[in-house]
């Protein structure tokens, strides 16, 4: 088992920055992938950014890249996604998930490859 607490949401203005934080703590030598993904209300949740475990390889939306970069901290077990020059349309909970099957990145764009979410956060950017 893996557990994830996710934080650092909050209320901000359009154009400041945000970064979220994702703890992870249990069987974390399983995990070959994490993922942050957002749901707004009322609409699908939707991909954000993924972080290979162990080799640090990311790869980002397009409705973020320039804006968003993830990266990882071993030591701590942690997975960060900066947010910069946020927008209204970025409000929406933020999940991070751990995938524990290898495979290329593109696999991990994809909710239903990873096996274990943290509760979310919730970012609400203001106009």
């Known amino acids: 088992q893996v557990q994830l607490v996710e934080s650092g949401g909050g209320l901000v203005q359009a154009g400041d920055s945000l970064r979220l934080s994702c703890a992870a703590s249990?069987?974390?030598?399983?995990?070959?992938?994490m993922g942050w993904f957002r749901q707004a209300p009322g609409k699908e949740r939707e991909f954000v950014g993924t972080?290979?475990?162990?080799?640090?390889?990311?790869y980002v939306a397009d409705s973020v890249a320039g804006r968003f970069t993830i990266s990882r901290v071993s030591a701590k077990n942690t997975v960060y996604l900066q947010m910069n020059s946020l927008k209204p349309e970025d409000t929406a909970a933020y999940y991070c998930?751990?995938?524990?099957?290898?495979?290329?990145?593109?696999?991990?764009?994809?909710?239903?490859?990873?096996?274990?979410w943290g509760q979310g956060t919730q970012v609400t950017v203001s106009s």
């Open positions: 249990g069987r974390t030598v399983s995990i070959y992938a």
């Open positions: 998930a751990a995938d524990t099957t290898p495979g290329i990145l593109v696999t991990h764009t994809r909710a239903q490859s990873y096996d274990y």
């Open positions: 972080i290979t475990w162990n080799g640090g390889s990311t």
